[in-house]
């Protein structure tokens, strides 16, 4: 167990729908990150969050946004969802900004129908 | 931009056979991350090792160990006398520095190893 929870662990939804997903770091880590696992792009960063502030982005569409709030979870909106953003959405916590190791949260596996 | 490459994509083994997980990566930064990690079955990612792009010292925990050879951005992990329940999907991944003065991981395709009894 890492330390990092993910909420749901399941969801199943259909096209052009609204979802949030909510992660909860592990307690002392200030850093949330954002990544996606599709078996056509692997796994790819998307977005970090440090103590509340957004720090960097990667291939996140625009229809995707996220937040971390002054509890220091975080929620990953995702919005207009199309059958491709079918796929497991990993939150990871850190204690830094950078040069720590990141545990990853069980993950949320999503499923647009 | 960054790159990590697992040439390997599937590997079945015979438990108590060793097996080498071989991870080529590419990066424009001076100072970086190399890590491991394993995604069984049930699907978490579980960190294995972290490693500083200067030290370069082999590494050996229990069973597993690892190989940085820096010159030839070579990062490799030997898993000893394999068990069944090393079955899974291994990752490698890169720190890359970002502009917001952060890092992010940039991961390899991964490699699934199946350990047979």
């Known amino acids: 167990d890492s330390g990092v929870t993910q909420t749901p662990k399941h969801l199943i939804t259909a096209t052009g729908q609204r979802v949030t997903l909510r992660c909860s770091p592990r307690?002392?880590?200030?850093?949330v990150y954002w990544y996606q696992q599709s078996l056509d792009q692997g796994l790819q960063f998307l977005i970090q969050?440090?103590?509340?502030?957004?720090?960097a982005k990667g291939n996140i569409l625009e229809r995707f946004s996220a937040q971390q709030f002054p509890d220091l979870h975080s929620e990953l909106n995702l919005s207009s969802l199309e059958l491709g953003d079918s796929a497991l959405y990993f939150c990871?916590?850190?204690?830094?900004?950078?040069?720590?190791?990141?545990?990853f949260g069980p993950g949320t596996r999503l499923t647009v129908l | 931009a960054q790159k990590v490459t697992q040439a390997q994509t599937e590997i079945s083994v015979v438990e108590k056979e060793d097996v080498t997980l071989d991870c080529v990566y590419e990066?424009?930064?001076?100072?970086?991350?190399l890590f491991w990690y394993k995604q069984p079955p049930s699907g978490e990612l579980v960190f294995l090792i972290r490693?500083?792009?200067?030290?370069?010292q082999n590494e050996i925990s229990g069973r597993y160990s690892w190989n940085f050879q820096k010159s030839t951005s070579y990062f490799n992990f030997t898993i000893t006398a394999s068990q069944v329940v090393d079955s899974a999907v291994y990752f490698c991944?890169?720190?890359?520095?970002?502009?917001?003065?952060?890092?992010?991981?940039?991961f390899g395709k991964g490699m699934k190893l199946t350990v047979n009894p």
């Open positions: 990871a916590s850190s204690v830094g900004i950078n040069t720590d190791t990141q545990y």
């Open positions: 307690s002392g880590d200030l850093s």
């Open positions: 990066t424009r930064d001076t100072t970086y991350y």
């Open positions: 969050y440090y103590n509340g502030e957004e720090r």
């Open positions: 490693r500083n792009s200067f030290d370069e």
């Open positions: 991944a890169l720190s890359e520095n970002t502009q917001g003065g952060s890092e992010k991981l940039v």
